[in-house]
T-cell receptor, first 110, second 110 residues
Framework: QKEVEQNSGPLSVPEGAIASLNCTYS??????FFWYRQYSGKSPELIMS????GDKEDGRFTAQLNKASQYVSLLIRDSQPSDSATYLC??????????FGTGTRLKVLA | NAGVTQTPKFQVLKTGQSMTLQCAQD?????MYWYRQDPGMGLRLIYY???????DKGEVPNGYNVSRLNKREFSLRLESAAPSQTSVYFC?????????FGPGTRLTVT
């Protein structure tokens, strides 16, 4: 079983819709959770971090964490073609080690 | 404020050649990381440095060495390159729980 799992996609949504990206993790002691956006040929860019159960909103982005169910999600409201990228989920267990998922490719259709 | 910088951007090596990938950060972060990213495998940790003067192995350290030259700089050396080391290499630095990535080095070993 992979430690951090994401559906590889592509997830296709129309412009203006809500994109929902999901990530599950296996280590119950995981403490901090991150979403990165990676455009093709570029480096990962941190867009959200979340440390406690519930929702965290930042502009059009909302991260949701449910530690009991071991999943974290990212909602993108009013999706734009410029949001088309691969989204990486990363998990940290309080050490120096971060585990990354393989990413979900999002395509926003104009 | 350049963030995390990496050199070179691209490199082609022949099997058995050596090279050093350079990374520097100007954010005064203590921790620095080297990852490789391969299709379908996500980001995998090669080495990390929790602070100046310390380095530790990550998930895939074989064939690599690192040097934490000072707080700003963390280099990755391939002593005898192999085709299996063809990859994109990212350096990152860490503040609190959040990692920030450099632009990457695309390495091809023939």
């Amino acid at each position: 079983q992979k430690e951090v799992e994401q559906n590889s996609g592509p997830l296709s949504v129309p412009e203006g819709a809500i994109a929902s990206l999901n990530c599950t993790y296996s280590d119950r002691v995981s403490q901090s959770f991150f979403w990165y956006r990676q455009y093709s040929g570029k480096s990962p860019e941190l867009i959200m971090s979340i440390y406690s159960n519930g929702d965290k909103e930042d502009g059009r982005f909302t991260a949701q964490l449910n530690k009991a169910s071991q999943y974290v999600s990212l909602l993108i409201r009013d999706s734009q073609p410029s949001d088309s990228a691969t989204y990486l989920c990363a998990v940290n267990s309080g050490t120096y080690k971060y585990i990354f998922g393989t990413g979900t490719r999002l395509k926003v259709l104009a | 404020n350049a963030g995390v910088t990496q050199t070179p951007k691209f490199q082609v090596l022949k099997t058995g050649q050596s090279m050093t990938l350079q990374c520097a950060q100007d954010m005064n972060h203590n921790s620095m990381y080297w990852y490789r990213q391969d299709p379908g495998m996500g980001l995998r940790l090669i080495y990390y440095s929790a602070s100046e003067g310390t380095t530790d192995k990550g998930e895939v350290p074989n064939g690599y060495n690192v040097s934490r030259l000072n707080k700003r700089e963390f280099s990755l050396r391939l002593e005898s390159a192999a085709p299996s080391q063809t990859s994109v290499y990212f350096c990152a630095s860490r503040e609190g729980g959040e990692q920030y990535f450099g632009p990457g080095t695309r390495l091809t070993v023939t």
